[in-house]
């Protein structure tokens, strides 16, 4: 424990960070398992727990019998009501927030149009949220705001957002102003990237990269419990990755980037497309179209996975996309990296398709929960 050389005031610290996130992961446990999932004294936990019952953040749910003779082990949770956290997610026209329990479960939510073009009359918009959301939940740990684009996470930054037509805005300091809350600027397809590797229960030693598919492709690499963002806080953008070089023009400006060939647009204009064809030619049934069109969409994901497959070697590829359904999509996806990427690398790469989308709002509030936690030790 690196804290162990700076005082018992520190270690006391990390002690309670540890005991925090293993109450969050395991949800009811008891005194003597913390003490042996986290190899500490029975007193040691203990004397963190009193104290945490002592702040009414812990339930003592009673007594389990156990089959050895010894003390009862009382089950223990934490009322995870009394640590709330908020994420705000700001799209093209729309903003969207959650409030959510120490456990990403979902206390209330919102959702509403508006005009996130212009950050003078944006800004305003989203310190009024903060502070109305402060306000309604003052057990708030903190608040995390999350664009698309090019963020700095570290000065609070959208350094280019063409999604919002944003360039080089200051988002920190006005909030910062604002509230007394704890603050979290990121990417919001970063802040789902968190929420995933948590739901999905993935080993936290290892490195996943997360693939969100929407209106455009984005994607982030999880290493260690912490989003990498690069030195130019463009680690993960895997949707600009060019794979037609004659392409479609992207939102991005250059050609044929992976975003214009499987984003939820591109996918909605063939499957358009080939259908208002149908009434020309009788080629091909509908369902046939759809089946043909995920195929494709699939094998250009997939092909897409194998450099990232090679050069990063995650743990895991985490999908979360409107195709995951299809299993033409999956198959094709699957298929097509492992016929171009080595065959080792290929077995040792778990890929995940979530049946259910991930609400960056909700990894947004969970980034907040774990930036608490780094803080406390
Ligand atoms: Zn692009």
Redesign the pocket.
């Known amino acids: 424990m690196k804290a162990a050389g700076k005082g018992p005031a520190l270690l006391r610290l990390n002690n309670l960070k540890r005991v925090m996130t293993q109450l969050r992961a395991t949800r009811i446990t008891s005194r003597q398992d913390l003490a042996l999932a986290l190899e500490l004294s029975k007193n040691t936990v203990s004397l963190i727990v009193d104290d945490l019952l002592e702040q009414g953040l812990i339930n003592e749910l009673g007594p389990v019998s156990v089959a050895a003779a010894g003390r009862p082990k009382i089950e223990i949770t934490l009322r995870a009501e009394k640590l709330k956290s908020a994420g705000i997610m700001v799209e093209r026209n729309a903003i969207h927030w959650r409030v959510c329990d120490y456990f990403s479960q979902v206390i209330a939510e919102q959702t509403w149009n508006t005009n996130t073009a212009d950050p003078a009359l944006l800004l305003p918009e989203l310190v009024e949220v903060c502070q109305t959301l402060h306000a309604a939940h003052p057990e708030l740990l903190g608040i995390a705001v999350g664009f698309p684009g090019i963020i700095d996470p570290q000065r609070g930054w959208v350094h280019f957002s063409a999604h919002l037509g944003w360039q080089d805005v200051d988002v920190l300091t006005p909030l910062k102003n604002a509230t007394a809350l704890p603050l979290r600027i990121m990417h919001n397809v970063k802040a789902a990237a968190l929420l995933s590797v948590q739901q999905l229960d993935l080993n936290k030693s290892q490195s996943h990269f997360y693939l969100r598919i929407g209106e455009g492709v984005g994607g982030a690499l999880v290493e260690q419990g912490e989003v990498l963002v690069g030195s130019s806080w463009t680690a993960g953008e895997i ?2 990755m060019q794979v037609q070089p004659q392409g479609m023009r ?3 400006g ?1 050609l044929g ?1 992976l ?1 214009t060939l499987v984003s939820k647009p591109a996918v909605q204009q063939q499957l358009g497309q080939r259908k208002s064809g149908l009434r020309w030619q009788n080629a091909a049934s509908e369902p046939q179209i759809v089946n043909e069109v995920m195929t494709s969409t699939g094998q250009h994901l997939g092909s897409a996975l194998s450099p990232l497959m090679q050069l990063v070697n995650p743990a895991s590829i985490i999908i979360d996309g409107p195709w995951n359904s299809h299993p033409a999509f999956v198959q094709a996806v699957q298929q097509t990296a492992q016929a171009s990427t080595l065959a080792f690398t290929f077995t040792h790469t778990q890929l995940h398709f979530l049946p259910q989308r991930i609400d960056p709002a909700n990894g947004l509030a969970l980034a907040v929960v774990e930036q608490y936690e780094r803080a406390i030790a």
Do not use: I, N
Request: contains cysteine; proline residues 0%; glycine residues 12%.
């Open positions: 949707g600009h992207c939102s991005c250059r980037c975003e």
